[in-house]
């Protein structure tokens, strides 16, 4: 038989997800009110995947002829997704009613770029690796332009397009250059040889020019440029997506293809390319962070940041680098997701508040939301007992293990200068009375949605142990 | 004489650096578009020789893979570059800038 039962139980969070982009096509052609059914939809439709792939996370294995992994951290990142694509469709409900983006095709694009971020996290062939980022980033380009008669998110959403595609055009031809010196485009063949395709140039230089491609998808420092415009531009719980999912989809990828570097003590090839991305991007972005009033660009340079912080663990190269980074996702996923919609709630009609100087006073006038604002900043910025800390935390020692303490301590300082514009924020909520008293409106639904991402860091934060020891089991 | 894999090699990462050279300098966004369209195009280049040179068939499908998905993305690229050029009459990117570049 072609699938057996086994397999295809296994694949039941990728069809979850896939058999749900069809019918929420289905009632998006039939239903007059596909706007307010969509959302709920989406939001069962993702809970059931995500909390399918964290209950079956030990059912490890190799389906389809060896083109999809299952299970193990796979699973873990397949739940990442999915969640956090479950908090995004919940802040957006009410959100792109004001925002001018009303259409419940939104919230099937969303659908298919989670499609595309499993595929990417659960490829074993470079095939679906590539099929996986463009599924991905094409919806993710229609999303930033999801309004089309505001001329800023028309322009984030070409940003986005043409930069997008430039990385793409590298991340092709590296596979094709990878696939002329490993003869097979089999992740596993490339892994168990990979020694051996060391010594052959032009396999450096195809996963040299993957690399690239993917340091643009994670937002790594030379190849940033679009970042900033990009979270600018698009709406608010659509930039929460890029800096998440987008992150995290393009790190599970460079793990998942480039495992073999990540498996050996000291192997790592690509150490110095990694390690200049990530000093270059940590200190970059938390320096230029404290430079911006617009709470959006400050997010997107402190994202740069954390492509920095992840970037370590893949200069460190070793077991308990990748559970790290895996971790760290997990935790930044959140913390972000959390902190984006909290500005969704107070960003006005016209794209207004956005000036970090709006959440002046925000203590005195909404206590629940600035305080749930200050935990996620505390987050950020890493200090503990939150998720944020222990991510870093796992990656430092990771680095130290793997002999570049220099590396570990450079990290240790950027994130002391990005503590100063994280906790800038809460001392404008706490310490200044607040200029102009705009109407902040509330609602349920992304109450539900922010309270759950902290919740979620702050159980991180106190119970690290429980998804690190899930993840190492299964490197 | 025949022609080896390294004539099909250099031409492709050729035209790769002319695709490159073209997002990097030319302004209009439709040019550039046309230079990512050309750096697709050696990559497809690249596989086809390798696929013909190690003689499976691997390369070749990865094309069609390729050839469909740069089909999709002209069809939302150039959406993208409607829509903006609607609100702004121009499609020139030095001229997109509302946004801090």
Redesign the interface.
């Known amino acids: 038989m072609f699938i057996n039962f086994q397999e295809f139980f296994n694949l039941i969070p990728i069809i979850i997800v896939a058999t749900g982009i069809v019918l929420s096509l289905l009632i998006e052609m039939y239903s007059k009110k596909s706007e307010t059914i969509l959302p709920w939809f989406s939001v069962l439709m993702f809970l059931a995947a995500g909390l399918h792939s964290l209950y079956y996370t030990k059912d490890v294995s190799i389906i389809l002829q060896g083109m999809l992994a299952t299970g193990g951290n796979v699973n873990v990142f397949h739940a990442i997704f999915t969640l956090g694509a479950a908090v995004v469709t919940l802040l957006s409900i009410d959100y792109i009613k004001k925002y001018g983006a009303y259409f419940g095709e939104y919230y099937i694009i969303i659908q298919t770029s989670v499609l595309g971020m499993m595929l990417m996290a659960a490829a074993k062939d470079?095939?679906v690796i590539?099929?996986g980022l463009?599924i991905m980033s094409?919806s993710f380009?229609?999303l930033a332009?999801m309004n089309?008669?505001k001329?800023?998110a028309?322009?984030?959403?070409?940003?986005y397009?043409?930069l997008g595609?430039?990385a793409?055009?590298?991340i092709?031809?590296g596979?094709?250059?990878i696939?002329?010196s490993a003869?097979?485009?089999s992740i596993d063949f490339i892994t168990s040889n990979f020694a051996e395709l060391t010594k052959n140039l032009l396999f450096i230089s195809g996963v040299l020019l993957f690399l690239i491609g993917f340091s643009f998808k994670i937002a790594a420092f030379p190849f940033h440029?679009w970042v900033?415009?990009v979270y600018?531009?698009s709406p608010t719980t659509v930039a929460a997506l890029f800096s998440t999912g987008g992150k995290a989809a393009a790190f599970s990828a460079i793990l998942a293809t480039l495992f073999a570097l990540f498996n050996g003590p000291n192997g790592n090839l690509f150490t110095p390319y990694f390690a200049v991305i990530s000093v270059l991007s940590m200190f970059y972005g938390s320096i230029v962070a404290i430079a911006q009033t617009n709470i959006k660009r400050m997010l997107a340079y402190s994202s740069i940041a954390h492509a920095g912080y992840l970037a370590i663990g893949l200069a460190a190269g070793n077991h308990d680098a990748v559970a790290g980074v895996i971790f760290y996702l997990a935790a930044y996923t959140f913390m972000n997701l959390g902190a984006f919609g909290i500005i969704s709630l107070l960003e006005g009609k016209d794209e207004t508040n956005l000036d970090i100087n709006s959440y002046a006073g925000l203590g005195n006038r909404k206590p629940l939301l600035a305080g749930l604002l200050a935990v996620l900043m505390f987050a950020l910025a890493g200090l503990p007992p939150f998720g944020g800390f222990f991510g870093k935390y796992y990656i430092f020692v990771a680095a130290i293990k793997s002999h570049l303490t220099w590396l570990a301590i450079l990290g240790v300082l950027s994130s002391a200068i990005s503590v100063y514009f994280y906790l800038r924020i809460v001392v404008l909520m706490y310490f200044k009375p607040s200029e102009n008293d705009f109407a902040i409106e509330t609602n349920n639904n992304a109450m539900i949605a922010i309270v759950f991402s902290v919740l979620l860091i702050i159980l991180l934060g106190i119970f690290p142990g429980t998804l690190i020891d899930l993840v190492t089991k299964f490197i | 004489m025949t022609i080896t894999i390294e004539y099909y090699l250099i031409l492709?990462a050729f035209m790769?650096f002319v695709?490159?050279a073209g997002?990097l300098i030319r302004r209009n966004?439709i040019v550039?578009?046309m230079s990512?369209e050309l750096?697709?195009n050696?990559?497809?280049l690249?596989?086809v020789a390798?696929s013909s040179?190690?003689g499976?068939s691997?390369?070749q499908?990865?094309v069609f893979?390729?050839m469909t998905?740069a089909a999709?993305?002209a069809a939302?690229?150039l959406a993208?570059?409607i829509?903006?050029f609607?609100?702004?009459l121009t499609v020139n990117?030095d001229e997109?800038?509302?946004?801090?570049?």
């Not at chain 1, 028309?154 to 940003?159: D, T, V």
């Not at chain 2, 997109?96 to 570049?101: C, E, Q």
């Open positions: 470079l095939f590539f099929l463009e094409v380009y229609i332009g089309r008669k001329a800023g028309n322009e984030a959403s070409l940003k397009f043409l595609a430039f793409t055009g590298f092709v031809y596979i094709a250059l696939y002329g003869q097979t485009t440029m900033p415009d600018e531009g | 492709s790769f695709g490159v997002v966004a550039v578009f990512i750096m697709l050696s990559a497809n690249t596989l390798f040179y190690l499976n691997i390369g499908l990865f893979f390729v998905v999709a993305e939302v690229g993208i570059i829509a903006i609607r609100n702004k990117i997109i800038n509302i946004l801090k570049w």
